[in-house]
Nanobody
Framework: QVQLVESGGGSVQAGGSLRLSCATS????????MGWFRQAPGKEREGVAT???????TYAESLKGRFTISRDYAENTLYLQMNSLKPEDSAMYYC????????????????WGKGTLVTISS
C-alpha cells in the first residue's frame, strides 16, 4: 500500500521560508500525479500545486512565484518550497496522489497523507 508521509512544517515569522517534504514510493513519485493541498481552520481545502509524470506543474494563481513543487527520485520525496510566507499561508498542508490522467489542483485525489502544520506569525 502506498504511503504518503509529510514533514517539514513548523512555525516561522512572516517573510520566512519552509520546505515541506512528502516521502513516498519511487513508482508513485515517478508515474503518478502528486500534489500539495492545504486547509486552514474554518476554511475549505484548497489546491496548492501539482506535478505529473511529465513534470508538468500547476499552481494556485495566488501562490505562483512564492511556492515551488519538486521531487527528488534519489530520496523518493516530493517537496514544496515556500518562500516569502504570509500569515494567511498558515494551514495544515497535505500531500496527495491521484491515479487519474488529469493532474491539476482541482483534482479529486485518491490518497492523502496525514498532513503537516504550518504556522506563520506576523
Amino acid at each position: 500500500q502506498v504511503q504518503l508521509v509529510e514533514s517539514g512544517g513548523g512555525s516561522v515569522q512572516a517573510g520566512g521560508s519552509l520546505r515541506l517534504s512528502c516521502a513516498t514510493s519511487e513508482y508513485t513519485l515517478r508515474f503518478d500525479c502528486m500534489g500539495w493541498f492545504r486547509q486552514a481552520p474554518g476554511k475549505e481545502r484548497e489546491g496548492v500545486a501539482t506535478i505529473d509524470r511529465y513534470s508538468t506543474t500547476t499552481y494556485a494563481e495566488s501562490l505562483k512565484g512564492r511556492f515551488t513543487i519538486s521531487r527528488d527520485y534519489a530520496e523518493n520525496t516530493l517537496y514544496l518550497q515556500m518562500n516569502s510566507l504570509k500569515p494567511e499561508d498558515s494551514a495544515m498542508y497535505y500531500c496527495a496522489v491521484t491515479y487519474r490522467t488529469r493532474c491539476t489542483i482541482d483534482n479529486d485525489m485518491d490518497l492523502w497523507g496525514k498532513g503537516t502544520l504550518v504556522t506563520i506569525s506576523s
